[in-house]
């Protein structure tokens, strides 16, 4: 079998580290994962727990840069209320495949997929489900959302404020 280059130079190892440490962040997302900025968006896929759940991030790479992902949520649970914040949050085009039984709970938004550079479509598959518990919108695309073959159930807004369960800002 080959040696891993990291066997033979600790500072592969030490920068790889650095790197996904400075991308991935915390591997706990069960009170929400923020991928708003450039600088927070892994490079390579990463997987993250959420509850009794994971999560696993797979970015599409061109030039350095992430320019969509395939978020796979796996019997997750998020609630972002204590921090409140956006359950999920992602700056790039996104498909979220769902497997088993997934949840978010949050103040805010449950998932918002937003791009500064115009359109950032959301498709949502999967035989599984996804309940959202939110105070504002349920889920929001500056894109086009799809919904192929999964279950999504949302309660949203609150007695105080508007929301609506799916809004496309396209």
């Given at each position: 079998a080959p040696i891993p280059p990291t066997a033979i130079n600790p500072e592969i190892r030490s920068f790889e580290m650095e790197n996904?440490?400075?991308?991935?962040?915390?591997?706990?997302?069960?009170?929400?994962?923020?991928?708003?900025?450039?600088?927070q968006?892994?490079?390579?896929?990463?997987?993250?727990?959420?509850?009794?759940?994971?999560?696993?991030?797979?970015?599409?790479?061109?030039?350095?840069?992430?320019?969509?992902?395939?978020?796979?949520?796996?019997?997750?649970?998020?609630?972002?209320?204590?921090?409140?914040?956006?359950?999920?949050?992602?700056?790039?085009?996104?498909?979220?495949?769902?497997?088993?039984?997934?949840?978010?709970?949050?103040?805010?938004?449950g998932v918002y997929v937003v791009s500064d550079l115009g359109d950032a479509d959301l498709t949502i598959t999967g035989p599984g489900s996804l309940e959202i518990h939110s105070q504002t919108d349920g889920i929001q695309a500056t894109g086009n959302i799809l919904i192929d073959g999964a279950q999504i159930r949302i309660d949203y807004g609150s007695a105080s404020g508007n929301g609506c369960g799916l809004r496309s800002l396209h």
């Open positions: 996904l440490m400075r991308t991935a962040g915390s591997v706990d997302k069960s009170a929400g994962l923020d991928f708003r900025y450039e600088s968006m892994p490079t390579i896929e990463t997987t993250y727990t959420a509850g009794a759940g994971e999560i696993i991030w797979k970015p599409a790479v061109e030039n350095g840069k992430v320019t969509s992902a395939v978020l796979v949520m796996r019997n997750v649970q998020i609630d972002s209320t204590a921090v409140q914040k956006t359950g999920v949050v992602v700056s790039v085009p996104c498909r979220i495949e769902l497997e088993g039984e997934n949840s978010i709970t949050s103040d805010k938004m």
